[in-house]
């Protein structure tokens, strides 16, 4: 059971945590610079309070929407927008999606030359930085990605229907603000597909090949935690308590993966999303059980065999008919369906999964054709994970 004993950790250079924190970090933000741009969502209603506060500190504040998960030519048009405020620093305030495009503003606005295409991963040249990025605050509004502790943005290429990361250790925020009231009254279903992108990004972590003490200690009481949130937001209702276990989570996942890797679910995850436009926490929520049981099938070493033993005890003793029933539990509670994909475009996707980054830390390296059937079962919410 002893992890892997050789590691380096990447982190952001101050993390803020706890109700009032975006507002109680508007100092230190404001001290960035002052021309900001800020990255919303589709709607900017939980960003006006931090973009109200840094005006009245002095800041003048360009105002950039992202309504969905970036593409390239948004990130695109995004670059021309930001470059004409001459930024010095980038603020992003919503849920993964923006947090990603507005690390991946602060990557590429201080370079002019060059095409995004350079650096994005698989389909581009995976070409490092030239030049350190524009410093770079996040704030979650959602508990998902943990994207505020990571060092990548995850971009869809439509030309290439994929979803790939732009990736350097410098792109980690350099303030992760989390501050559990901006998530307060999200929607059940919104809810349970981003709670269970977080809860999967502390299972694969402490599942992977490149698990480490200082991830472990993170990672496992984070599972148990998050699953006891969800089922009390999803059970019980609104609950400020629990709302601010599963920001808890969302952001150690963020850290436990960026420093351990990921697995299956995150490797098919990727492709799946940029095949089909899925949302990314939907998908994750419907694949992790399908998962779980094909890894129970195919492990070899002990190591994750008593792991994967842990973290499926955890999902019995908590949710409600356990690992078997997850599946019909989730989908009781609003969470979205897989499109239901014919065999030549599922055992494309398999096999493009094998590539993906994250696939490189899972436990079990599964030939296409064991993702094919991962894909298949769980495009249907009444199979079980036999």
């Not at 992890?3 to 109680?24: K, W």
């Not at 930024?87 to 060059?114: E, N």
């Not at 030309?159 to 990361?165: G, L, N, P």
């Not at 195919?298 to 190591?303: G, I, N, Q």
């Amino acid at each position: 059971m002893t992890p892997n004993m050789t590691f380096a950790l990447t982190l952001p250079a101050r993390i803020r945590f706890g109700r009032g924190a975006s507002l109680d970090a508007v100092p230190e933000i404001a001290a960035l610079g002052r021309r900001l741009v800020l990255v919303h969502g589709r709607s900017a209603k939980r960003a006006e309070p931090l973009r109200a506060a840094l005006v009245a500190a002095g800041c003048e504040v360009t105002a950039l929407s992202c309504a969905r998960e970036p593409t390239l030519p948004m990130l695109l048009g995004a670059l021309s927008h930001a470059r004409e405020s001459a930024p010095d620093a980038v603020v992003a305030v919503g849920g993964g999606a923006v947090l990603d495009m507005g690390k991946a503003l602060a990557a590429l606005l201080p370079s002019a030359a060059g095409s995004p295409l350079d650096h994005l991963e698989v389909v581009g040249a995976g070409l490092p930085l030239t030049v350190p990025p524009l410093t770079c605050a996040a704030v979650p509004t959602t508990a998902g990605t943990g994207s505020e502790a990571t060092r990548n943005a995850v971009i869809g290429v439509p030309d290439h229907a994929r979803k790939v990361s732009l990736r350097d250790d410098r792109m980690v925020p350099d303030i992760a603000i989390i501050d559990p009231a901006l998530m307060d009254g999200t929607p059940a279903p919104r809810t349970l597909a981003s709670g269970f992108d977080a809860v999967t990004q502390v299972i694969e972590p402490y599942l992977s090949c490149r698990a480490n003490p200082f991830t472990d200690a993170l990672a496992r009481p984070a599972i148990g935690v998050g699953l006891r949130a969800l089922v009390k937001l999803m059970e019980g209702g609104e609950d400020k308590a629990a709302r601010d276990d599963l920001a808890w989570v969302a952001h150690v996942s963020g850290i436990a993966l960026a420093n351990a890797g990921l697995g299956a679910v995150h490797g098919l995850a990727g492709v799946l999303g940029g095949e089909t436009g899925a949302p990314h926490g939907v998908i994750c929520a419907r694949l992790l059980p399908h998962v779980l049981s094909a890894l129970d099938r195919s492990a070899e070493t002990e190591t994750t065999r008593l792991r994967l033993s842990e973290v499926c005890g955890e999902i019995d003793a908590i949710v409600p008919g356990g690992l078997d029933g997850l599946t019909e539990w989730m989908s009781r509670h609003g969470l979205g369906e897989l499109p239901v994909l014919d065999k030549a475009t599922r055992d494309r996707i398999a096999g493009a999964a094998q590539d993906a980054s994250s696939m490189k830390a899972s436990p079990v390296l599964f030939e296409a054709r064991e993702l094919a059937a991962i894909l298949s079962a769980a495009e249907s919410p009444g199979n079980g994970t036999g």
